[in-house]
């Protein structure tokens, strides 16, 4: 198929096309639309022509991918041939160089590749909160990407939402008690609740663990030989690296305790005292979150959350910061992988 304008492209080299305007490189080899009427997110890349291979054309369109994805925070990639995780893999790491490990882990996950691994395992009958990648965490990855391999029967769509939004609508003066105080989120790595600290230090050795914790400037205690807690205050509201905008970026909605079904919590709390329970999050000063702000921030969340359906092949690239992700409860089988890049450290708004 030739191209706009009667010239044959060159299939083997779309980058030389970078040379042109962002708007005619688009237009020749991408199209680019809005995946859902009146949302900005995600924005959709498809091809325009056929013959179009992602990874060759991303290697040449960096700056049009980045310079997208700063400004609307997701790209969906949809109706590209992507045969294999490689071709994942190496889409992520032409755009966004190595891939990033899992380490300090909050859910179960499994490596699939490299540094591909699973979304979250949890049961399929649950849903997962919109959240940014690590924002418990002093580091984090800027860049995140999902891959469809499979799409679940019904539903398990990825929720995705966006930072921005997110903060300028949270009630001013929560917004301002959370940006002073900060956030301090406890963990309790005891065998049988939640993860063990072996699988979320990805090491057998104690002293490793602490070295990790001396370095991340995570508080850690040897409450009895094999139960370890955790204590790290984290920024509530950071500043982008590229933009410089305040984003919303902390998981406390998601720590704190009020996020269990009643039935669970009620029986942690039966059975543990507070400060040895799995997971929790208060103000960075330890003193409590209101259960009500945190109930206005997830209404807020599940307002702004934008979903679509998965086809298989898809390619969703989101700046971690810019915008947050969940996942949806699901029948079947679901498939969806998940590679991290770009490493930030905290920083402040």
Known sequence: MQRPGGHKPDLKNPGMIKRKTISAAQNAWIKTTHLLPEQQLPLLMQPAIEGVELV??????????ESSLLKYGGILFRNFPIPSVGVFEQFITAIAGDLLEYTYRSTPRRKEAGNI????????????????EMAYSSNWPLKIGFFCAIPAEQGGETPIADSRRILERIDPAIRERFRQKQVMYVRNYVEGMDLPWQT????????EVEQYCRNAGIEFEWVTSDHLRTRQVCPAVVTHPKTGEPLWFNQAHLFHISNLPPEVRESLLATCKQEDLPRNAYYGDG???????????????????????????????????????????FVGTRKILVAMAEPVRSIGS
Do not use: C
């Open 200 to 207: 979320v230090f990805q090491t057998t050795s104690k002293l």
């Open 287 to 329: 003193s409590p979150l209101e259960t009500e702000a945190l109930e206005h921030i997830r209404a807020i969340y599940q307002q702004e959350a934008v979903l679509f359906p998965w086809q298989q092949g898809d390619i969703l690239l989101l700046d971690n910061m810019l915008v947050a992700h969940g996942r949806s409860p």
């Open 117 to 132: 691994y699973t979304s979250t395992e949890y049961p399929a009958d649950q849903s997962i909160p919109l959240h940014n």
């Open 56 to 65: 060759d054309w991303a290697k040449g369109n960096r700056e049009t991918i």
